[in-house]
């Protein structure tokens, strides 16, 4: 099984990340794909991040109904500050059948070279790139490497930043979330 991880924290999870994940699911080689909702940094100040399981909840209610997208909270169990190297050798040793790739946006790409021991993520998993409008340019090594794969999605320009930003002015962002996590924040008065 070849499963492609998104990682986020997801705060909230909205219909961009939703439409994103299941276009991957439907026209790519993955057979699933894991939200791997990011934990709160020990290190960072909190600002307006709702904790680990309230958000792995929002992401849960928001794939519930769909088969190929499923939450993840493997991070949750990993030393702190985490980073994606050591999250794909915990996975490989765990589930040593299935292959793992990395979904991020075309803007990630850009400082993906930063990343600790990117070389060794990139010799040993798939990176799926969908489009992002942003400034700047990738690394031109990236942009033949057989191992990157360009995937003509949608272009999202919704934040999540932007939905906390309105829900705490009073506008309605309903259409922006997913029905369950809609109902779920409303009855938490998450963000407000």
Same mark, same amino acid.
């Given at each position: ?18 439409? !994103? ?92 070279? *930063?990343w600790k021991n990117y070389q060794l ?26 191992? !990157? ?18 829900? *705490? ?24």
């Amino acid at each position: 099984m070849k499963i492609g991880l998104y990682f986020g924290t997801f705060n909230p999870i909205h219909v961009g990340h939703l439409t !994103i994940a299941n276009h991957l699911a439907e026209y790519s080689d993955l057979d699933k794909i894991w939200f791997v909702v990011t934990p709160h940094s020990p290190f960072k100040k909190k600002s307006s991040l709702l904790n680990d399981r309230q958000r792995y909840e929002m992401v849960y209610r928001a794939t519930k109904d769909y088969l190929k997208l499923e939450p993840s909270d493997i991070e949750f169990d990993l030393p702190q500050p985490n980073y994606t190297i050591n999250t794909l050798t915990y996975l490989k040793e765990k589930y040593p059948d299935s292959k793992f790739a990395l979904i991020m946006g075309e803007d990630n790409l850009k400082s993906f070279h *930063k990343w600790k021991n990117y070389q060794l993520i990139l010799d040993n998993h798939d990176i799926y790139v969908y489009p992002r409008i942003s400034n700047g340019s990738t690394d031109a090594k990236f942009n033949t490497h057989s191992k !990157i794969k360009k995937v003509d999605a949608p272009i999202m320009e919704l934040s999540s930043t932007f939905i906390r930003k309105s829900i *705490k002015e009073g506008k309605n962002v309903r259409p922006m979330l997913p029905e369950y996590v809609w109902e779920y924040l409303d009855e938490m008065n998450f963000y407000k």
